[in-house]
Structures are given as C-alpha cells and as structure tokens.
C-alpha cells in the first residue's frame, strides 16, 4: 500500500497568496507531552513549533508528539538544539517535515543546514529510508528521489551577525523562510531582557523588509498582542503568540491569586 507525505509548512505559507491571504498564527509546544501536544494541535491554529533546544525533548518525545499531532489539521515545525548535521538527519528519519534551525548566523550556515536536510548529491543527509518513519520504512514511493519536496527549512534570525548577513542568508538555495528571534537578538544587542526595545523592533522590521524583498516568508516570535499585531502589520507571514508551558504556568498563577489566600488575606509574595 503507497503512503503519502503531507505537504510542507513552505507550501502553507505559498498558500498566503491564495485565497486566504492571511499569516499564520501558532504555538510553542515545550512540555514534552504528547498528551499536551494532542490539546494544542486540536485548538485550531494554525502551526505548532515542538522545541527541543530550551525544551525536554529528546527523538523518543519527539517521535511521540509527531504521532499525536499527525491526526490533526495542523503544521508542525520541530526545531533541534543545534544546527548540526547529525541531529538534523535524525529528526528527519523521525518523520519531522518543517525543520526550525536555530541561531544561524551566515549564509555559510545557513547553507549547512540546507545540505544536512538534502541527500547527495545536492547534500550530506545520511541515507537509512528503510528503517525510517520518514519514508515510512519505504512505504513512500520515490521518497530517496523526492525527499527535499517533502522538507522545509526555515531558518531563526536572532544575532546581530545574523541581521547584518539577513540578506545573504535569505538568498541561500533551500532557505524557505527566515524566523526572529527578539530575544536573543535583543541580548546579542546588550539589552537582555528588553525585546520591546525600539532598537530590537527596528531589527526586526529590518529583516522583515529584506524578506520581502527577496520574495521569500518570514516569521516572528511575539508573545505580546500589541507586538504580535505591529509585526504583522509590518509583514510578518507567521507568528507564534503563545506557549503550552506559560499558558499553564500564568493559568495556575491566576487561580493561585484567586483562591489562595495567607493569614493576613494577601496573595502570595510570589505573585
């Protein structure tokens, strides 16, 4: 029996050309549940980023949040800890399509990434489709010739050196879209902690202006509605406006706040 590939978060966001012509809005999925992943992927937004560089995520969680995702209507990009080649190949073999690469900073890296999610000879991808959920174990026909049409790459914009090169990073073969950062560009700029700073918003905007003058989608990370909103209207194609581990953080804080009370009737200090 054929298996098919669903189609990639690249051709989801070519669609903001058609008829819907508006950016997609999703969340980061960090607790390492598939239960939790399952919950949001169900909410009707439209992409999920499970995050495994500040997230405990290892493949076996992965794997696990992929499949109980898969039922769903929903895009779901995985970003690894690392721009590394060997990593890369492994999140592919599990089955993630959209790859999120962290912290690239030129269009050399930039380029590695790309190469790590393409098989020679137009990359270094190690080949094991046979023993693979990507290939669904040579269950996809074709799917050593057609992998790359089944794999986006997006790549995270969140250094100074990386918006200086935003132009050389965008035109690298392979890139599909580029994705801010604003706080850890914020902090390669000396002002940790301060992602609403007008600098760090002019950075951002900068590179949303290259974007659009390469052709190609960028993205932007804004927890904050006003934010989320300015971005958009600076041209963002994609956005990701909350978490799972805040929403439940901020959640049990507000009942805390609303029903637990010390001796004296005050909230918490904690709150």
Request: hydrophobic content about 45%.
């Amino acid at each position: 029996m054929p298996f098919r590939v669903d189609n990639t978060f690249r051709d989801a966001l070519r669609s903001q050309t058609g008829a819907s012509g508006r950016p997609l809005a999703g969340m980061w999925v960090c607790s390492g549940s598939p239960l939790v992943a399952e919950i949001c992927a169900g909410s009707g937004l439209d992409w999920l980023l499970v995050d495994a560089e500040h997230s405990p995520n290892g493949l076996e969680s992965i794997l696990a949040q992929l499949q109980a995702i898969h039922g769903y209507p929903v895009h779901t990009l995985v970003r690894p800890p690392v721009n590394d080649t060997v990593v890369i190949k492994q999140y592919l073999d599990l089955g993630a399509q959209n790859l999120l690469i962290p912290m690239v900073n030129s269009a050399a890296e930039a380029q590695a990434a790309v190469a790590a999610t393409r098989y020679p000879p137009h990359g270094v991808r190690g080949v094991g489709s046979a023993l693979a959920r990507a290939a669904r174990w040579n269950r996809v026909p074709d799917y050593l010739a057609r992998a790359g049409e089944t794999i986006s790459v997006t790549v995270q914009i969140e250094s100074v050196a990386a918006v200086d090169a935003v132009a050389d990073i965008l035109n690298v073969d392979g890139v599909d879209a580029i994705f801010l950062g604003p706080s850890d560009l914020a902090a390669s700029m000396g002002l940790l902690g301060q992602q609403e700073h007008p600098e760090v918003r002019a950075a951002v905007e900068h590179c949303l202006s290259a974007a659009k003058a390469a052709g190609k989608p960028a993205g932007v990370n804004a927890f904050n509605p006003d934010t989320a909103r300015h971005y958009l209207s600076s041209g963002a194609g994609f956005i990701l406006v909350g978490a799972d581990v805040a929403l439940l953080a901020r959640g049990s804080e507000a009942l805390a706040a609303q029903f637990v009370r010390s001796a004296d009737g005050d909230s918490p200090a904690s709150y």
